[in-house]
């Protein structure tokens, strides 16, 4: 049996009066932004230069959305509510730019869009128009932690920010075409990872309007028994809110917020009270409302509202055709501009009362500037966690351990505003240590065998689902609310994500640089393991070192990419990241066995630089190199440093400069990147004539397409991964990829001028070697122990 609110007809016939005049009044800005760009209040007759060249918006969401949003105000003023606002449905800004202006905070925050005519004016004017805004709720609109430029993200936007700020809620409305979206379907899942003691909550409202851009959708063309089936196999207690005529929408919406907020406030306390914390059914609702509710019913004998045709912009032919303009005017007349704003354009004072005071405001809510509630992690000394080296390229550790064990401390000390975030792989990429802090908060339903290894807790702060674009969304919504976290995943599945990434660096760059009066929040910190090199037994499918290419797509100012060798250059990457606002930190690390080359000292000053010589690798202190081994990534730099070792040992007159790169970006001009390098450094590390063998972890193009501008980049010669692989010992995909010692060696020889003919042994010696080590892997099953049990030798 479907279920609606139980509380009838709460509002008053003066209240309901001027929630209805507010509603038409963002409406009102909703049309005026999408068409015009002057004469806002119709004082004299609509003129075709009165209307804007360019048409582009999303009409058909937005009266949900300021619906939704007034309704809300009335709640939050009444109980002192602490709520932001979510708005999934895509280019939906009007819904939400008319209310943050009607509130007063646009123009607190845009001086220059005022409380009157000229400011009306420069307000509409500026919506989706060159030089300005978008038409998605970008970063630029006050009370946004979510664009929408890409469908599927709001929920899981909506759950991250409610994690850890228990007064909190977060009113997610999801569009019907959204919710179309893989990663949007999964995201309903995100309620049983809500503890109601220590959390806020989400109330998504879905919005049936019924079409996506020219199809209808899904959720709208099932039963109502099907879609209430749905929503409480989610573990959710839908409400519905259906219809079409104003005031009785008015009505419904006004009875079922109240139900729905005295629901979860009822979860809180009692969880609260009694201090025992179980999966509740939270409450949703489901908003069916036609399409561009409130606009033209139908135009050129075609319907309009409750259909797809008023997707955007329902009719773009204004300019031209009298008819279209016609009916635009007369649109716009029919919300009263005249009852709602005064002579002066600005909003009625009887109207302005009915929003919240400062910070109440949705649009103010400092939640959604997070940058402001943002507080400095506690971090623990980092130097306490590193593995001891004696002595350089002598002994094994995995590189991700010691992390695990930093970032523990990290959760230890900051137990109310840091989670980690990955899928099913944190004690696999050897990160388990957290758990002797805070387990895996779990709310659905605990197994007597779950107490034995499970790793399980109500209270739990690390988040594991197997879904990534659930788990950056929740992330994402996290640390946009002034938190911090640390998110890690399988190097090749990290694609999952490629175009979330996208999105959020484009939110970043944004808010960095064009958006002053928000805050810096924390990084968003990646830890790519179980990378392209290890992948013994899960093959092909497991190889691919591509997100890092993706990466350096992105603005230069919000993106860093780190590689480092060993476990304690690691530590100090994690420390610097941490410590960081405003960026992507992508650190691409192994998590097995690895040689280790730095002491904890070595390893700050080298991540501090981001790029250096090896002294200890190197032989040619005080003279010219005759040839550079450069390295970036933990594989790729044992498989120089051996190809080294071989060079030093055979010709042992020839001089080789080693040098390894951790930060990724030292490859790339200053000029490009903030971490660049200048010309005189790069000259100075690389000559300006001598043969460079870059032995890399990714794509080797990647490198030149960093360096290409420096000038000895026509003797950089770059092995990396080239798509070859299956189920392979470490060597042998390293042969196959051209990235292993012998092929270093055959590299050089090629390369130096001067060993062409005198080193003609010794390469046939490594071409034996390739042959060799390939046929031993096949019939044992795994690499020599001369290669397996290789150390650095000097």
Known sequence: ?????????????????????????????????????????????????????????????????????????RIIKRDNLDVIFVAGPGHGAPG???????????????????????????????????GHIGSHVTPET???????????????????????????????????????????????????????????????????????IANPTLLARISREELDALFRGYGYTPYYVEGDDPADMHQKMAATLEQAIADIRAIQKTARDS??????????????????????????????????????????????????FKMLEDWLKSYKPEELFDADGRFLPELRELAPKGQLRMSA????????????????????????????????YENTRPLGEFLRDVMRDNMTNFRLFGPDETASNRLQAMYKVSKKVWMADLLPEDADGSELSRDGRVMEMLSEHTLIGWLEGYLLTGRHGFFHTYEAFAHVVDSMFNQYAKWLDISKNHVPWRASVASQNILLSSTVWRQDHNGFSHQDPGFIDLVTNKSPTVTCIYLPPDANTLLAVANQCLRSSDCINVIVADKQKHLQFSNIDEAIVHCAKGIGIWRHASNDQGVEPDVVMASCGDVATQEALAATAILREHLPDLKVRFVNVVDLYKMQPASEHPHGS???EFDSLFTTGKPVIFNFHGYPWLIHKLAYRFKNHENLHVRGYKERGNINTPLELAILNQA???????????????????????????????????????????????????????
């Open 275 to 324: 201090g025992k914390a179980e999966r509740p059914r939270w409450p949703m609702i489901v908003l069916r409302s036609p399409k561009g509710w409130t606009g033209p019913k139908e135009i050129n004998g075609h319907k309009l509202e409750g259909s797809w045709r008023s997707h955007q912009v329902p009719f773009s032919d204004v300019r031209e055709n009298p008819k279209s």
């Open 740 to 794: 292993d010692r012998f092929t270093l060696v055959i590299d050089v020889i090629d390369r130096v001028p001067t060993l062409s003919a005198r080193a003609a042994h010794l390469k046939e010696q490594m071409k034996d070697e390739i042959i060799q080590n390939l046929a031993y892997a096949h019939e044992h099953g795994a690499d020599n122990e001369v290669i397996s049990n290789w150390v650095w030798p000097y």
């Open 142 to 212: 006050p009370g946004s932690i979510h664009e929408g430029g890409e469908l599927g993200y709001s929920l899981s936007h909506a759950y991250g920010a409610c994690l850890d700020n228990p007064d909190l809620i977060v009113a997610c409305v999801v569009g019907d075409g959204e919710a179309e979206t893989g990663p949007l379907a999964t995201s309903w899942h995100s309620n049983k990872f809500v503890n109601p003691i220590r959390d806020g909550a989400v109330l998504p409202i879905l919005n049936l309007n019924g079409y996506k």
């Open 678 to 680: 200048t010309e005189r």
């Open 96 to 130: 939400v730019l008319g209310p943050t202006y009607l509130e007063g905070t646009y123009s607190e925050v845009y001086p220059d869009k005022s409380q009157d005519i000229e400011g009306l004016r420069k307000f509409l004017k500026q919506f989706s128009f060159p």
């Open 1 to 73: 049996m479907t279920q609606s609110a139980r509380i009838p007809n709460p509002l008053g016939a003066e209240e309901l009066r001027l929630i209805n005049a507010w509603w038409r009044a963002c409406n009102y800005l909703s049309v005026g932004m999408i068409y015009l760009r002057d004469n806002p209040l119709l004082k004299e007759p609509l003129k075709v230069e009165h209307v804007k060249h360019r048409l582009l918006g999303h009409w058909g969401a937005s009266p949900a959305l300021s619906f939704t949003w007034v309704h809300l105000n």
């Open 365 to 396: 809510n400092l939640h959604a500037n997070g940058g402001l509630l943002r507080k400095e992690l506690k971090l623990p000394n980092f130097r306490d966690y590193a593995v001891g080296v004696p002595q350089a390229g002598k002994v094994l």
